[in-house]
């Protein structure tokens, strides 16, 4: 009963996790393990130490106070997060609907439009 | 197989929350309390509860963890990214103690069935949803309709911005 498709499908899931998370940590305990023995040599710089090796350099420090306007895309972003929930089951479930369907989620999706047109008109999407 | 399967993501789940409450970094929280709640999907979808896991990682592990963030990145977190002040923990202990005393026996009493577990997928709650449920369908779209333009009114309406 175990291993039938259902599990065979979200195996494949838990694999990407594991490998996702077993390669940067054998990277790390790689590095490790060669200090420990000596293989590694160790001559730290101001270039390694930074951010991002190649781009532009970071300016002040981690814990900078953010821009307020991020806050409006994180509200669009948890809003629409939301319709796609609905979306979900009427995509994976489409061929066996009715037409009647389709139009309910045109107007589940036009009445969240209004919102989105909403915030356009307001402005809110512009950084300036 | 499920039940070494569920111990691991049962783990996983609790080392999170304990993460979550035993670290003094804000940012380390949201990340243990992301961890935990993905895990808490492993197990939905254990059960068969495929839906149940899809809105567990996009509003929980999305949504909810995305505002959290958020809220730590445009607070002024520079001034507290170590919260030492746990003053408030034996409170905090009494009321998990509490929730704890009345799940307990609530889960001994009311003993779940143990059925074939199988699966119903996105079937059934495609067809409920799109023809039994229609209407408040549609009306869940007004809710997030209202919403949305209720948090951009007071976003906009605060100090410094016209």
């Known amino acids: 009963m175990f ?8 195996g494949l899931v838990a694999i990407f996790c594991v490998v996702a998370v077993a390669v940067p940590v054998s990277m790390m305990l ?9 293989l590694r040599p160790r001559a730290p710089s101001a270039v390694k130490a930074e951010t991002y090796e190649c781009g532009m350099e970071a300016i ?10 991020y806050y409006m895309f994180a509200i669009l972003f948890v809003i629409f997060d939301v319709e796609v929930i609905f979306l979900y089951p009427w995509a994976t479930k489409f061929l066996s609907l009715e037409l009647f369907a389709l139009i309910e989620m045109a107007v589940f999706v036009g009445i969240l439009l209004i919102g989105w047109a909403y915030a356009w008109r307001k402005r809110d999407l512009e950084w300036g | ?7 691991a993501l049962a783990v996983v789940t609790l080392g999170g929350g304990l993460a979550v409450v035993a670290t003094r970094n804000v940012v380390h929280a949201a990340l243990a309390l992301l961890v935990s709640l993905v895990a808490v999907a492993g197990v939905y979808l254990l059960v068969y509860a495929e839906f149940l896991a899809l809105v567990q990682v996009l509003i929980y592990g999305g949504a909810i963890v995305i505002v959290l963030v958020f809220a730590i990145m445009l607070t002024r977190s520079a001034e507290y990214p170590r919260t030492s002040d746990n003053r ?24 779940v069935q143990d059925t074939e577990a199988k699966n119903a997928a996105f079937t059934g709650i495609a067809q409920s949803l799109f023809t039994t449920w229609a209407v408040p369908f ?3 779209s007004l809710v997030l309709l209202v919403a949305l333009i209720g948090a951009i009114i007071i ?4 100090p410094g911005e016209n």
């Open chain 1, 3 to 10: 291993l039938d498709d259902y599990f065979r499908q979200y």
């Open chain 1, 30 to 38: 790689m590095s490790w393990g060669m200090s420990r023995v000596g």
């Open chain 1, 60 to 69: 002040g420090g981690k814990w900078n106070l953010f821009n307020f306007r």
């Open chain 2, 1 to 7: 197989m499920a039940w070494v399967l569920f111990i």
């Open chain 2, 88 to 111: 408030q923990w034996p409170l905090a202990a009494v009321a998990a103690l509490g929730l704890l005393a009345v799940l307990v026996p609530a889960f001994l009493i009311n003993a």
């Open chain 2, 138 to 140: 549609e009306i869940a």
């Open chain 2, 155 to 158: 976003a906009r309406s605060g």
